[in-house]
């Protein structure tokens, strides 16, 4: 359970980075912010996977860095969101 943990954290870093050029706008918190939501998107996305839909990356490495996007991108979409409302 704990290197889980630490593999969609490690995965997470990268994909905060990749969110950040998918979703348009300026991210919070600039650099630190894309790798804290990368890291809350791996994190997301992996519960998401394996809680919600019972599934498993089935991917390695790749199928990991796509569902960490995936979850990075719903965080930053959500965050870009609630910053435009206020």
């Given at each position: 359970?704990?290197?889980?943990?630490?593999?969609?954290?490690?995965?997470?870093?990268?994909?905060?980075?990749?969110?950040?050029?998918?979703v348009p706008?300026?991210?919070?918190?600039?650099?630190?912010?894309?790798?804290?939501?990368?890291?809350?998107?791996?994190?997301?996305?992996?519960?998401?996977?394996?809680?919600?839909?019972?599934?498993?990356?089935?991917?390695?490495?790749?199928?990991?860095?796509?569902?960490?996007?995936?979850?990075?991108?719903?965080?930053?979409?959500a965050l870009?969101?609630?910053?435009?409302?206020?």
């Open positions: 359970m704990s290197m889980d943990i630490l593999y969609w954290l490690l995965i997470g870093l990268v994909a905060g980075g990749v969110a950040s050029f998918i706008g300026r991210t919070p918190a600039g650099v630190i912010g894309a790798i804290v939501i990368g890291i809350l998107g791996g994190l997301l996305g992996g519960w998401l996977l394996d809680s919600v839909f019972e599934m498993d990356t089935g991917g390695g490495l790749i199928g990991a860095l796509v569902v960490a996007i995936v979850g990075a991108v719903i965080i930053l979409f870009r969101q609630v910053e435009q409302r206020t």
